[in-house]
């Protein structure tokens, strides 16, 4: 018990589980983990004081340390090194008001050093309740009372205790955070200094033990960096950094371009270096002029060759070690011609990654842009397909029926022409046309002004076909047999190759009925000639109309009082 004796010096001394000492003075009490080291008169006869050592615990429970401890001092004090005991050096285990033997080391020594200037790990004090800082506290005012030989000390000047420090941090992102320290004596001041710098960054060090660690420019992997604590009297410890610096991949986007409607548009993410962890990204169509409607499916590949999955508000998790994802999107094949619809997929990083960007890609129905190995070339740009032939009467109006591929949602230029057959500028106006169509629900008609044969107009979208009014031309007064005659209407878009055709035919023989035009020539008169007997009779035959065409005419005679023996009547 000399030792302990010693080390109380006739005081109630309390060691904290962080190793802080004070002494107990007034009401003053122990808490939870305390050890209290007290002075206590066992024997009354010759009123000789002993120390105790009393591990407090819960609800007031204490553990009597007091024979175990001194077991140790007293082996320290005689030069033995508790490492090197065997089984016969046992400390007693302190139970609660009470003791019992413990079979292990008392003091594992780190490293070779000697007891003079080791710290020491106590493990045997550590499983009788101690922690580690209360043991290093009471062996180093032991190796302070050893050194100095007296019988009676003060505490004096012990270690500061600080632990090393492991943290992670992003590439290209700073961390910081605060060393902490202890000292047994606990009106040592503390002070930090930096005492080696990271080989991959640089580092700030306060002296209250606030850092700094900024990382170089694009490194990852791991760091370090030393701090010393002092406490201005000669103690001092030494603490490590670690600082792990995660890789966060650069993303950037490419692909896309000009894709025929109904194949599919590709994209690729690169990642400029693969992550160790698992980062995200999200997935967002910026439409120009497309719409939700033009896509399909959205498939993202990793260069694992795993299908990720896409969350419903475009966020990806990539697994860690993906260097690229190839993302494919489907887009929809209609039969409307919609021109040019674009949209653009953007990337944006969201957590353990940086860059991003955006892709443009335009879909094409017009014939152009990727085609899908296997599939047909869409092209929705409209044709015309038919152009009917109206056969009408001379002098009405002759309406060309044009119908179109299919709807576009663009206007269309329509280009048309008018040529003769058989019938010429006389017989229609080949000067203005009307063409009649829808604009939303409302019927439009619009005259246009034909220029050597040609005229042509933007029809609005929407429409599969409209209506080409070409007015014929009636003889009037002078009506003249012509006969079913001709004209020609020729139809394309402007982007269509070959225009189709439709023939007017224009009548003038009373095809329709008895209130329609009717030029054919009729014999509305023959003379009556009075001749002498053996003189040439001469009949004058009069027609309603001329004709352009033969006019085919029958005739008879017949006797009256003159009979064959009067004319002749073989020929006229």
């Given amino acids: 018990m000399a030792i302990l004796n010693k080390l109380v010096s006739g005081q109630s001394t309390v060691i904290d589980e962080l190793g802080n000492v004070r002494i107990l003075n007034g009401d003053d009490t122990p808490q939870a983990g305390d050890l209290l080291l007290a002075q206590v008169i066992t024997n009354e006869s010759n009123n000789t004081p002993e120390v105790t050592a009393q591990l407090f615990g819960q609800n007031d429970n204490t553990t ?27 400390t007693a285990a302190g139970t609660v008001d009470g003791s019992s033997l413990i079979n292990s080391t008392s003091v594992v020594r780190i490293g070779d050093e000697t007891i003079a200037n080791t710290e020491f790990t106590t493990q045997g004090l550590e499983e009788l ?34 632990d090393d420090v492991t943290v992670t941090t992003n590439e290209d992102t700073s961390v910081t955070g605060t060393l902490k320290a202890t000292d047994a004596n606990v009106d040592d001041v503390l002070e930090f200094t930096q005492s080696s710098s990271p ?23 791991l760091d370090s960096f030393e701090v010393i604590v002092s406490d201005g009297k000669g103690g001092s410890d030494t603490l490590v950094v670690n600082v792990k610096v995660t890789p966060i991949p650069e993303i950037s986007i490419t692909g896309g371009g000009d894709v025929n409607e109904g194949s599919t548009a590709n994209y690729t993410i690169n990642f400029d270096k693969p992550s160790d962890q698992t980062t995200t ?15 399909e499916s959205l498939v993202v590949k990793s260069s694992t060759g795993d299908i990720l999955t896409v969350n419903p508000d475009g966020t990806i998790q990539v697994p860690s070690g993906v260097t690229s994802l190839e993302v494919t999107i489907e887009t929809y094949p209609d039969n409307v011609y919609e021109g040019d619809e674009s949209f653009q997929l953007v990337v944006t990083p969201i957590t353990g990654l940086v860059g991003g960007g955006s892709s443009l890609t335009t879909i094409k129905d017009d014939g152009t842009g990727k085609v899908d190995e296997g599939k047909e070339t869409d092209n929705d740009t409209p044709e015309v397909t038919l152009v009917s032939s109206p056969t009408v009467e001379e002098g009405q109006l002759a309406t060309f029926d044009v119908t179109l591929s299919n709807v576009s949602d663009l206007p269309t230029k329509i280009e048309m022409s008018l040529a003769d057959g058989t019938a010429d500028g006389s ?18 008609s619009e005259p246009l002004t034909v220029s050597n044969g040609q005229f042509s107009f933007d029809l609005p979208a929407g429409n599969t076909g409209f209506t080409v009014e070409v007015q014929t031309i009636s003889d009037g007064n002078a009506p003249v047999y012509e006969g079913d005659e001709t004209f020609t209407l020729a139809v394309a878009t402007e982007t269509q190759a070959t225009a189709k055709l439709g023939q007017a035919t224009i009548q003038d023989g009373g095809e329709g009925g008895a209130q329609s035009d009717d030029d054919r020539p009729e014999v509305t008169a023959v003379s009556s000639p009075t001749v002498e007997e053996g003189k040439v009779a001469i009949f004058d035959v009069t027609l309603s109309n001329v004709s352009d065409l033969p006019t085919k005419i029958e005739m008879s005679l017949a006797d009256g009082t003159a009979d064959g023996s009067d004319y002749t009547d073989t020929t006229v």
């Fill in 64 to 90: 009597d340390l007091t024979a175990d401890i001194a077991e140790i001092f007293e082996a320290l004090e005689q030069g033995d090194d508790p490492t090197l005991l065997d089984d016969s050096f046992a």
């Fill in 281 to 295: 990204l999200k997935l967002t169509n910026e439409f120009v002029d497309a719409e939700s409607e033009d896509l």
């Fill in 427 to 444: 017989d229609y106006t080949d000067t203005t046309v009307i063409v009649t169509y829808f604009e939303g629900n409302e019927e439009k």
């Fill in 129 to 162: 309740g101690l922690s580690k800082t209360q043991s290093l506290t009471l062996l180093q005012q032991f190796n302070l009372l050893i050194n100095d030989g007296a019988d009676s000390v003060e505490f004096q000047n012990s270690q500061p205790i600080g």
């Fill in 199 to 221: 080989e991959n960054g640089s580092v700030i060090v306060n002296s209250d033990g606030t850092w700094t660690y900024t990382p170089n420019e694009n490194y990852d992997g």
